[in-house]
């Protein structure tokens, strides 16, 4: 997905991103969702429909830092 983002379709690469996790999430046995690079962050809008977390890196390094 990644030559996506870098042509600036970042719409798409969201949407990408997105359907790649809902598919592993059908098919696998996970407690969450991790979205540990900064450019996959704007998908977790788009799985909130999801039964389970989702972790965004910007925004769980910010709760770090906040409670340090």
């Known amino acids: 997905f990644w030559p996506l983002f870098e ?8 949407a990408c ?3 790649a996790v809902k598919d592993a999430v059908a098919h696998n046995d996970v407690g969450c969702v991790v979205l540990a690079q900064a450019s996959m962050a704007a998908a977790a809008p788009l799985l909130a429909d ?4 989702v972790l965004t890196s910007p925004e769980s390094a910010l709760r770090a830092a906040l409670s340090a």
């Not at 600036?8 to 969201?14: K, L, Q």
């Not at 999801?50 to 977390?53: C, E, I, Y």
């Open 17 to 19: 991103v997105a359907g």
């Open 50 to 53: 999801l039964d389970k977390p």
């Open 7 to 14: 042509a600036g379709e970042v719409e798409a690469f969201t």
